[in-house]
């Protein structure tokens, strides 16, 4: 499976922005997928995941903020991004993976898009 990452950009704090994953080779149906990011100088993190039955979870420093949802029909994965703060700059990672138990496994991963949120 392949997976496009868009809608990255720059936007100041306090707007939105929703991003896409789109995959392709393969139908991610019945995958649980979930977004990572990565700051400046950090390790990367998983902030949401989404089962293949649709069941969501969130870090506690995004819930209420974003939301992650999927289109099976489209093959595509999205995050809702609402009242962004500068500490939400990152690379945002798509990805492919499962979960077991509490944990998420990550197999496959996107290329990254870039937020940047100033103030």
């Known amino acids: 499976v392949q997976l496009q990452a868009s809608g990255g950009g720059l936007v100041q704090a306090g707007e939105s922005l929703r991003l896409s994953c789109a995959a392709s080779?393969?139908?991610?149906?019945?995958?649980?997928m979930a977004w990572y990011r990565q700051a400046p100088g950090e390790q990367r993190e998983l902030i949401a995941r989404?089962?293949?039955?649709?069941?969501?979870e969130y870090k506690g420093f995004v819930k209420g903020r974003f939301t992650i949802s999927r289109d099976n029909a489209k093959n595509t994965v999205y995050l809702q991004m609402n009242s962004l703060k500068l500490g939400d700059t990152a690379v945002y990672y798509c990805?492919?993976?499962?979960?077991?138990?509490?944990?998420?496994?990550?197999?496959?991963w996107g290329q990254g898009t870039l937020v940047t949120v100033s103030s």
């Open positions: 990805v492919v993976g499962r979960v077991i138990g509490n944990y998420y496994y990550p197999d496959y």
């Open positions: 080779g393969s139908s991610i149906s019945d995958n649980d």
């Open positions: 989404i089962t293949s039955s649709g069941s969501t």
